[in-house]
C-alpha cells in the first residue's frame, strides 16, 4: 500500500480514536467518509504522490549536502572540491615496499586546511627525519634539514591575504595557475634555504593529480621553478630543466614514493 495513503488513514483513524473518546459522532461520522473515499481512490493515484514526494526528499537532501553548514568560510563556493581534498588520501610507499594510507583529514584543520603529517607515526621513522609533508603553503623556515612538500588547493591561495603570499606571487603570476575550482598546487623545497622565494611548483586539476605519484606529475606538468642562485649549485631534474634540490636524489626517492589520491564527489554521497 502506498505510503502516503497508509499515513492518511492512520492518522484519521487515530483521529477518530480520539473524539470517539468524547462522543463526537458527527465528526466521527465525517472521518469515516474521508476513510471510505480514501479506500475508493485508486493506489496509482497515491504511487503518484510517493514518487514525488520521493523526489522532493531526494533533492532535498541535495540540497543539504550543499549548503555550507559545515564548510568553513575559505573554502564557500568551492565546496566539491573542498570536500575531495579533505577526504583524499596520500598514499606512501615504505623502505619496505608496503604501502600506507594517510588521510588528509587526519592532519589537517578543517577549517583552514593547514597542517603537517608526522610520519613517524607510521612507523616511518627515517623519512620522517628527512622529509616534511605539509597542507598549506609556507611562510617561514621550520624544517632545516628536510624536504618540503607543501600541497594546497588554488582557492585557499586566492583567498589568502596579499601579504601572507607575496612570495608565491611570482609563480602563481609566471605559472598562469588558474583560478580554478579543482587546481591543486604541489610546492617542494629545501628547508635550508633561507629565502622563501626558492622553490618548485607543479599545478594541477584534482582529476589528473589523483592516482599519480609526485615524481610522475614532476615529469608529465609544466612546473615553474624561483630559484636564482647558480645553475651549478642543482642538479636538472626532467624535461622542464627545472633545478631542483640540493639533494637531488634524495627528492626523486621521496617523490616516488607519494602518490596522490582524491575520491569521486559521487562516492562521497
Known amino acids: 500500500m502506498s505510503k ?3 499515513f492518511v488513514a492512520t492518522m484519521l483513524i487515530t483521529y477518530a480514536t480520539c473524539l470517539n473518546a468524547g462522543d463526537n459522532q458527527d465528526q466521527i461520522d465525517l472521518i469515516n467518509r474521508r476513510l471510505s473515499n480514501i479506500a475508493r481512490t485508486g493506489d496509482e493515484r497515491f504511487e503518484q504522490m510517493d514518487n514525488r ?29 573542498y570536500k575531495r581534498f579533505i577526504n583524499g588520501s596520500l598514499i606512501y610507499k615504505n623502505d ?29 621513522t627515517e623519512a620522517e627525519k628527512r622529509l616534511t609533508i605539509s597542507f598549506g603553503y609556507h611562510r617561514r623556515n621550520d624544517y632545516t634539514g628536510k624536504i618540503e612538500i607543501w600541497i594546497v588547493p588554488r582557492f585557499v591561495i586566492s583567498r589568502s591575504a596579499s601579504g601572507e603570499i607575496s612570495h608565491l606571487q611570482d609563480a602563481i603570476h609566471t605559472s598562469n595557475w588558474p583560478i580554478s575550482k579543482d587546481s591543486i598546487g604541489v610546492f617542494s623545497r629545501w628547508g635550508n634555504w633561507e629565502n622563501l622565494q626558492w622553490f618548485d611548483f607543479i599545478h594541477e586539476g584534482i582529476n589528473k593529480l589523483s592516482g599519480k605519484s609526485l615524481h610522475k606529475l614532476d615529469e608529465d606538468s609544466t612546473m615553474y ?24 636524489q634524495e627528492w626523486k626517492k621521496y617523490a616516488k614514493k607519494i602518490t596522490f589520491q582524491f575520491p569521486e564527489l559521487g562516492q562521497l554521497e
Not at 594517510?102 to 603529517?117: F, S
Open 4 to 6: 502516503i495513503k497508509t
Open 53 to 81: 514526494l520521493e523526489n522532493l526528499e531526494r533533492r532535498l537532501s541535495e540540497v543539504e549536502n550543499r549548503i555550507c553548514v559545515n564548510i568553513p568560510e575559505i573554502a564557500r563556493g568551492h565546496e566539491d572540491i
Open 96 to 124: 619496505d615496499g608496503e604501502e600506507i594510507s594517510i588521510p588528509i583529514k587526519d592532519w589537517i584543520d578543517l577549517n583552514t586546511l593547514e597542517g603537517t603529517v608526522r610520519l613517524d607515526k607510521y612507523g616511518c
Open 225 to 248: 621553478c624561483r630559484f636564482s642562485r647558480a645553475a651549478s649549485v642543482f642538479s636538472r631534474l626532467g624535461k622542464t630543466g627545472s633545478f631542483m634540490h640540493e639533494s637531488d
